[in-house]
């Protein structure tokens, strides 16, 4: 029945919009039921006789139980009324000399009454109230009205509120055919209203109380689905994969070689992570665990030992990285590191030459290359490795999800993502409910929060005074110009138009710039010139923004820094600040930067802390705006908050339990039967 297909008929109106309702994906009645109100708005105002404020007008809806009229005292003629509310309550309404009332007010129908009311000895009397009769559909008023996401067409007829509002209403006893998946035992301990009605509810609740429990009920749902999903996936590719990664037994005397080599000791929550992941690298079943962590706190270094101790084994390491720039980078200080210790290294990105890369190709498939850094060429099919033990996947954010499904192609080694993205715990549950969380959660020892302003432009001046006196310290200054998503070619020309006015301020520096249409050669050789300091000044696009690692850059002006979510700023101002010495963000809005932007904006003053601005963020622009998590496959939730901590924690107990419970599901067939039919469930 739910899936019966919106018709003219059904839904009383023409092939236009039904054409219309399809082209946004509304086919059945199920979809149009499932389209929620984004809003509501309180039109009913109708108060129970118990509610009666004395003190104010109170609008009423009751039925007439018996009408009549008398003289009293000096001929006034009185009618008088007896209503009757919906829970059964009865008040009179009385008016004075208005005979016509006795032909108007029919007995045993219903109206609306708007009046003062007085309290006349025990009883309640409205006088000479104004009346409606009310019509037997009120959809629009006299109720909690639904307001609809409208959809904005240039033409004529376009889907409107009330529209769908109508429409909706025209097929919502559709809603009883709605199936209960939950299992009575969640329902019962959550004191849930069965789905059914709760579809009906959200869409024409007949109080605010009842409204709250349609919500509640379908936030329930949307989450429990998502959690159980995850942990499915996670479970059948346990399954899938059960023993059939390298099992690595854990040496730590192979560690302690490669930790006596490097010029710092390892922060607390570094030895735990590592200690986490050499864990499940030691299990024939393949890891899957995303490191969070926040910029600068040291995640590169995590990895390279899984990689080092991997490759100790015997096995083969890809580390894989979203862009040429860093996979350069990563190379060269990690083969720096390894050197000591006869490891091979090569690098493998879209642009190595041909010849190269048929070289790179053989010595992986020989099993003479222990270490290959690089981008997503890595996962090209013609790439065989001999033994993989270890995949590595850096800025995992960045990665499609067909990318990381892509890695499938090299069989099952253990994989480790790794993450800026400072999410909270419970919506990277969600997000990568399929995935161990590990995270590290200081930073190395020593270093100082940058200091970071917002500028306004009067005091542009004083700041380039500033950084003018950071260059001659002999450090290093990044400038990020404004994002510039429409177009390439618009960013490219801000970028040199910028250098040239940088130019003309600095003239004592060498400036140059880096953006998106650069040829990865191109992009490699500015970038090894700001590592070796032959470049002071590097102005730049957003291309910066991953992983760069150059301690010598103390300040990062960000332009048009309103453009930004504050995750992505704090990305950004995480390319400076990279050991002891202080550094400096500064953050210039634009010239059309509103007083809320900037506001925002001076939230970057207060704290250099990832997961407090990603919060805040999360708040301000909800979750689709937060770094990274767009990529990631955020689910696009409709009754459900990714905020709502407490709700994820719940739903994913209770999947959890139930596939403790029976795994199969056979038990629980209606949940089952739904969980195949949602489009992010992969069954293999
Ligand atoms: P991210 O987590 O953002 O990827 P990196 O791994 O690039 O951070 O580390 C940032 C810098 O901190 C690097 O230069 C790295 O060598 C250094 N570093 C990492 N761990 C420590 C530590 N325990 N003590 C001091 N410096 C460290
Ligand atoms: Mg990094």
């Known amino acids: 029945m739910l899936d019966t297909p919106l018709s003219e008929k059904l839904l009383k109106t023409t092939s236009v919009y039904i054409a219309k309702l399809h082209k946004l994906g509304i086919h059945t009645v199920s979809d149009l039921l499932g389209y929620l109100p984004r809003a509501y708005e309180n039109r009913s105002q109708y108060r129970l006789i118990h509610e009666i404020d004395l003190r104010e007008n109170n609008v009423v809806k009751a039925r007439v139980n018996a009408v009549d009229q008398m003289t009293v005292g000096n001929r006034k003629k009185l009618i008088q009324a007896e209503l009757e509310d919906a829970q059964g309550n009865v008040m009179q309404a009385v008016w004075f000399n208005q005979p016509h009332i006795l032909r108007i007010l029919v007995p045993q129908k219903e109206y609306v009454f708007s009046g003062r009311v007085k309290h006349d000895f025990g009883r309640m009397q409205m006088q000479s109230p104004l009346f409606e009769e009310v019509k037997s559909e009120q959809i629009h008023t006299g109720r909690i009205v639904p307001i609809y996401p409208e959809f904005e067409t240039t033409q004529r007829n376009s889907i409107g509120s009330d529209w769908l509002r109508n429409k909706i209403y025209l097929i919502l006893s559709y809603a009883r055919y709605e199936t209960e998946f939950l299992p009575p035992e969640i329902v019962a301990a959550e004191r849930l209203i069965p789905r059914s009605q709760a579809l009906a509810n959200i869409h024409f609740p007949a109080s605010e109380e009842v409204l709250r429990q349609a919500q509640i009920r379908l936030a329930f749902d949307e989450l429990f689905l998502l959690e159980m999903a995850a942990l499915m996936r996670k479970k059948q590719y346990q399954e899938q994969a059960a023993s059939r990664a390298h099992a690595i037994p854990l040496q730590v005397g192979v560690v302690k070689q490669f930790l006596d080599t490097l010029p710092f000791t390892l922060t607390d929550s570094q030895r735990i992570v590592t200690y986490q992941i050499l864990k499940d690298t030691e299990k024939v079943f393949p890891m899957i665990r995303l490191l969070e962590g926040d910029v600068g706190s040291g995640k590169t270094i995590v990895a390279t030992i899984a990689a080092f101790h991997t490759i100790k084994a015997g096995y083969q390491v890809a580390f894989m990285v979203p862009t040429e720039v860093l996979a350069r980078q990563h190379f060269e200080k990690i083969a720096a590191q390894l050197a000591p210790f006869d490891v091979s290294v090569e690098l493998l990105t879209g642009s190595t030459p041909k010849k190269e890369k048929d070289r790179l190709k053989s010595a992986i498939s020989a099993g003479t290359c222990s270490l290959v850094i690089g981008t997503h060429a890595l996962l090209e099919e013609s790439v065989a490795f001999s033994s993989l033990g270890l995949a590595i996947i850096d800025e995992q954010h960045r990665f499609g999800v067909t990318q990381r499904k892509q890695l499938a192609l090299h069989g099952y080694p253990h994989v480790l993502h790794m993450t800026a993205t400072p999410i909270p715990r419970t919506l990277a549950l969600t997000i990568y409910g399929d995935q161990d969380l590990s995270i590290l959660h200081e930073m190395p020892l020593g270093r100082l929060p940058i200091v ?110 309103d453009h930004f979510g504050l995750a992505q700023l704090h990305q950004l101002r995480g390319r400076v600040g990279r050991d002891m010495r202080q550094s400096y963000c500064f953050l210039f809005a634009s010239e059309k930067a509103t007083d809320t932007s900037v506001k925002r904006l001076r939230y970057m003053e207060k704290t250099n802390n990832g997961f407090e601005l990603a919060e805040y963020d999360l708040h301000l622009r909800g979750a689709g705006e937060l770094y990274g998590v767009r990529q990631s496959g955020l689910p696009d939730l409709k009754a459900a908050s990714l905020l709502d901590a407490k709700l994820i924690e719940k739903t994913r107990n209770h999947a959890e339990h139930i596939l403790n419970q029976d795994a199969s599901l056979n038990s629980f067939p209606q949940l089952k039967q739904r969980l195949v039919t949602l489009p992010e469930f992969v069954v293999s």
Do not use: W
């Not at 490219?492 to 880096?514: G, H």
């Not at 992009?523 to 010598?552: P, R, W, Y």
């Open 452 to 561: 970071t302003r917002v500028v306004s432009p009067d005091k542009r001046e004083q700041a380039y005074r500033f950084v003018s006196s950071e260059l001659t310290k002999g450090h290093q200054v990044y400038v990020i110009c404004p994002l510039i998503e429409e177009s390439q070619t618009l960013e490219f020309k801000t970028v040199t138009a910028e250098v040239e006015r940088l130019r003309t301020v600095f003239p004592d520096s060498v400036i140059q710039m880096l953006h998106g249409k650069m040829k990865g050669i191109e992009k490699q050789q500015i970038m090894e010139e700001f590592a070796n300091n032959k470049i002071q000044m590097l102005v730049s696009t957003t291309v910066i923004e991953v992983g760069i690692d150059v301690k010598n850059a103390t300040v990062i002006m960000i332009e048009g820094a």
